[in-house]
């Protein structure tokens, strides 16, 4: 959690690093075009759909000591994905024009590219970070598999290294290309920073071998292809959802994108650190058939992301207005700019706790080697998303709130109705859900958070026309503060965890 609060961190020193550098100019915009191509080959053919496949079917050979035809499953697709995305990325270099002038239209949401050669050009000079990228994200499996998460949650922070480099040190003599080859410097930061530990790892070894009949190699392909399709889903209702937004008042697309943006960082810090921690776990425990520690595993972690999920949720609600003007309100972005994002931010934020712990219970199927499910589901949600948009904007129309609000609350009713029905196919078919444990759990922060909504009133009615750092940064200290309490009153066993594992690192004990 320290690492992914880290990343963000520094992911915020890269915007505005960016911004401070090229502004709102028509170079930003063929930059962000050309990255959103990278972005969706990378996310279509590896990403998160090939961690979810490798990693339960990796550490299934791992739990039961099978280290070599573990590591040569983990050869086999490193040596296939290599392949696939060196490929992919000489076509998409060969047909970069072609892929500008006609196709990146949609992926643009319609909207002009004025500098299309400039695009061309920046999209060629990405593409390597595509293959990189590839095979550090299976590094990242391979670590998490043998319980490695510092190193691999540390690597998106380089990243954003290597951008800032090449703003600050390239771009004065190249233009936005320097940011670009910053894309690649920090690419290649991501997968270097990683490869240390990786030799470490004990009975590590590589097989020039493709494994095309391997079964476990065809095990994890027959994983991928649902989850493949899940994300072409999930980027087409972006698309969609952008494509309203455009057709609302100026700013609705940013107003969302800032916020949603806002709403990622506390999900990065509190769920999919956590989820990321959990699935080899999850994995190790379904692989050696031990079901009933899975169902404990599942429950507790399920507790954690209640237990800080929802205060997160309320904070982000109650010092949405300060913490936007505190982050962003400066130069072009005004009161008015202020306003539109923290309204977003607030039906963003309402949804937290569901995206928190779909974060869970998807890894949770992916464990028991079920990506189908979790993936119908989230396409069934994608189109009650899409629905719902159209549905909010128009009531928030009549009742004369700004429309781009009901994209927001659209994306997280969607998600909390994709929740449920997942919990509910887990308990129904295996009993993995402990429902007491949970419905302890929200009313144990149910409580807390009341404590900590009327601490945060209090604090800004109290003090009125301060600075926002100071209303954002006491509002925040004060709550957790007030939260924290009640938890600990109400004698919640996390708290005494937290406090146990605290005292046992001051006095030097494992």
């Known amino acids: ?45 590896s990403g998160g759909a090939l961690a979810s496949a490798f990693v339960p079917t990796f550490t299934g050979f791992l739990s039961k000591g099978d ?52 695009t061309v050009d920046l999209l060629r000079i990405m593409l390597p970070s595509v293959v990189i990228f590839g095979i550090s994200g299976l590094v990242m499996g391979i670590l998490n598999s043998h319980q490695v998460f510092l190193i691999p949650a540390i690597a998106p922070a380089i990243y954003s290294l290597g951008m800032i480099a090449g703003t600050i040190f390239l771009s004065p003599r190249m233009g936005i290309r320097g940011l670009a080859w910053g894309v690649v410097l920090g690419s290649a930061g991501h997968l270097l920073i990683q490869l240390p530990r990786l030799f470490k790892l004990e009975g590590r070894r590589y097989l020039a071998i493709l494994g095309l009949k391997n079964p476990a190699v065809r095990e994890v392909v027959r994983l ?204 129904s078919r295996m009993s993995l859900i402990d429902g007491q444990h949970l419905s302890s759990a929200f009313r144990q922060s149910g409580l807390g958070i009341l404590g900590m909504g009327i601490s945060i009133w209090v604090w800004e009615y109290l003090l009125p026309g301060n600075s926002v750092f100071t209303e954002t940064l006491g509002g925040v200290l004060l709550g957790a503060a007030v939260y924290g309490a009640i938890l600990l009153s109400l004698k919640t066993p996390e708290v005494g965890l937290v406090l146990v594992a605290v005292k046992r690192r001051i006095r030097g004990k494992p």
Not at 27 to 36: E, G, I, M, Q, V
Not at 101 to 117: E, F, K, M
Not at 300 to 309: G, N, Q, Y
């Open 1 to 45: 959690m320290a690492a992914f609060v880290f990343s963000n961190l520094v992911g915020l020193v890269r915007g505005v690093t960016i911004t401070n550098a090229f502004g709102t100019s028509s170079d930003l915009d063929a930059f962000y075009a050309a990255n959103r191509v990278t972005d969706l080959l990378f996310n279509l053919i």
């Open 67 to 118: 280290r070599e035809d573990a590591w040569r499953l983990a050869s086999a697709v490193t040596n296939l994905l290599f392949l696939v995305l060196i490929g992919v990325s000489c076509l998409a270099y060969i047909f970069a024009p072609q892929i500008v002038n006609h196709g990146l239209y949609v992926l643009a949401t319609g909207a002009v590219i004025s500098q299309q050669q400039l």
């Open 224 to 427: 991928m292809g649902p989850r493949v399709l899940g994300v072409a889903v999930v980027q087409l209702n972006f698309i969609v959802n952008i494509i309203i937004a455009l057709g609302l008042s100026e700013g609705s697309a940013s107003a969302l994108s800032w916020a949603f943006g806002l709403m990622l960082i506390p999900l990065m810090a509190i769920a999919q650190s956590t989820a990321i921690a959990a699935l080899p776990t999850f994995s190790t425990q379904a692989a050696e058939g031990r079901l009933d520690e899975l169902k404990n595993s599942i429950s507790a972690t399920l507790r954690v992301i209640i237990l800080l999920s929802m205060p997160a949720s309320l904070g982000l609600i109650l010092l949405r207005q300060p913490l936007v003007a505190m982050l962003y309100q400066h130069g072009k972005f005004d009161e008015y700019s202020t306003s539109m994002v923290a309204w977003a931010l607030a039906w963003y934020a309402v949804g937290l706790v569901g995206h928190s712990i779909l974060e869970v219970v998807s890894r949770a199927y992916y464990a028991l080697h079920d990506t189908r499910t979790p993936v119908t589901v989230g396409v069934i949600a994608m189109g009650l998303n899409i629905v719902f948009s159209f549905a909010f904007v128009e009531l928030f129309k009549r009742i004369g709130w700004m429309p781009h609000g009901g994209l927001a609350l659209a994306n997280s009713l969607a998600t909390a109705l994709e929740v449920i029905t997942l919990l509910t196919l887990l308990n």
